[in-house]
């Protein structure tokens, strides 16, 4: 595989699709409540 290719799969990689986006900042809420319980 050249370079290149190979770049480009890695970028794949990194984007996130929207899905993901949503779940991530769920789990970022949910531990910003947990904070708050803590505090």
């Known amino acids: 595989m050249s370079q290149v290719a190979k ?4 970028r794949k990689t990194i984007r996130t699709s929207p899905e ?3 779940a991530i900042s769920e789990a ?3 531990l910003a409540k947990e904070m708050d319980k803590v505090r």
């Not at 770049?7 to 890695?10: E, R």
């Open 7 to 10: 770049n480009k799969k890695v």
């Open 28 to 30: 970022f809420k949910k």
């Open 20 to 22: 993901e986006k949503k």
